[in-house]
Each structure stands twice: as structure tokens, then as C-alpha cells.
């Protein structure tokens, strides 16, 4: 009886060893693959990427079309608590900026999810947006500035602007201008890419 309680105890324990840690990635359209073929958003491909690398992570994604910082920071305690990530990339402001919210509400909000994040000993890794020139120059300044403030005052992981390298090529984005198409998301993961490595546990060494 006693045997039998040991091996199944020590069945559990390696069970919990084994289990891959999670990336969860937390965001509104643009990470959620919005107007694209399933499978095909940079999230997709950053799990064929990490498993390619030979890194032992599961990638939840928790991205919602519409989502705003506010929205985010109401809906991110119960993701946390579900997923219990190691890494949360964190992917929103964009929307608060096409209704016009003030820099300063964006940064707290931002501000605030990390501070939810940090409860449960994960990393964050901020992925920066920016807005048009049309906006004008002081408020595109201003947003540009909510994700370079809170990566150094809050010292957490930053990929500058996730649009880096084509923001300004209009063959890259979907008929409404606003979401990146198929063809654009490996761009992302690229710039998403050499900012989370670093967080990541260094992959296993296989042996044949």
C-alpha cells in the first residue's frame, strides 16, 4: 500500500516537473489575428518558432478584438489566474488611442497590469504602438512616450513599435488600414522575437 502511494506520488511530481511553462499573450486585434486565415497570426508563428528553437513553452493567447487598457486591466486577473504564465507579452493601447484617451490614462492602466503580472513572479514584455502623424505631432510624442516611460521606470522588457519596418507600407495592412495581413506577421514576430529571447529559459540539449 505504502509502494503504491510512493509511486503514484512520485508519477505527480514529475508531472509537475514536466510541465511546460506558459507565454501568455495579452492583447486586443492585433495579436488576436483579426481578418486573418486561422493559424496565421504571429502568435501561430510564435509557437512554431519556440518549438523549432527547442523551447519547451505552451503560448496562450488571450487577445480580444476591441480590447482597450481599461478593458485589459479589468479582464487580466482572471487570465492570470486561469493560465498562471511565466512571461506575459503585454499588447494594448492602440485602441485607447484611436478614441482619442489621454497618454496619461494609458500609462496608468499599463502601469497597473504590470504591477497585476509582477503578483505572480512573471516577466513582461511591453509591445510598443504609435500612432499616425495625422494625430498630431505632441500626441504622437506623448503615446510614443507611455511605453519608453514604463519600460524604464517599471524596467521590463520593450520591443519599441510591433509595426517596425512596414507601418508605412500600405500593401502590408488589410483593406481598413488599421490591421496587418498575413504577409506582415512574421515581420512582427521578428521584432517581437530578440526582446523575448532573453526571458525565455535557455532550450533543453537533446541527446540522440
Not at 509511486?7 to 495579452?26: E, S
Not at 495592412?173 to 512582427?188: K, L
Request: charged share 20%.
Amino acid at each position: 500500500m505504502l509502494r503504491t502511494f510512493l509511486f503514484v506520488l512520485l508519477c505527480a511530481t514529475v508531472g509537475i516537473a514536466r510541465a511546460a511553462p506558459t507565454i501568455l499573450v495579452f492583447g486586443d486585434s492585433i495579436s488576436a489575428g483579426y481578418g486573418l486565415p486561422q493559424g496565421t497570426g504571429w502568435v501561430d508563428l510564435l509557437r512554431e518558432r519556440l518549438k523549432a528553437e527547442h523551447y519547451d513553452y505552451k503560448v496562450a493567447n488571450a487577445s480580444l478584438s476591441g480590447e482597450t487598457t481599461t478593458g485589459g486591466k479589468n479582464r487580466l486577473p482572471a487570465a492570470l489566474a486561469q493560465h498562471k504564465p511565466q512571461i506575459v507579452i503585454l499588447e494594448l493601447g492602440a485602441n485607447d488611442a484611436l478614441r482619442g484617451a489621454r497618454a496619461a490614462d494609458i500609462s496608468a492602466n499599463l502601469s497597473a497590469m504590470i504591477a497585476e503580472v509582477r503578483k505572480y513572479q512573471s516577466s513582461v514584455l511591453l509591445l510598443g504602438m504609435r500612432v499616425p502623424p495625422n494625430y498630431g505631432s505632441e500626441y504622437e510624442q506623448k503615446f510614443r512616450s507611455v511605453y519608453e516611460d514604463i519600460a524604464k521606470s517599471k524596467r521590463v522588457a520593450l520591443a519599441p513599435f510591433l509595426f517596425e519596418g512596414f507601418a508605412e507600407n500600405r500593401a502590408m495592412f488589410q483593406p481598413d488600414g488599421i490591421h496587418p495581413t498575413a504577409a506582415a506577421q512574421r515581420p512582427m514576430l521578428d521584432t517581437v522575437w530578440p526582446h523575448l529571447q532573453p526571458l525565455l529559459v535557455r532550450p533543453a540539449v537533446t541527446t540522440r
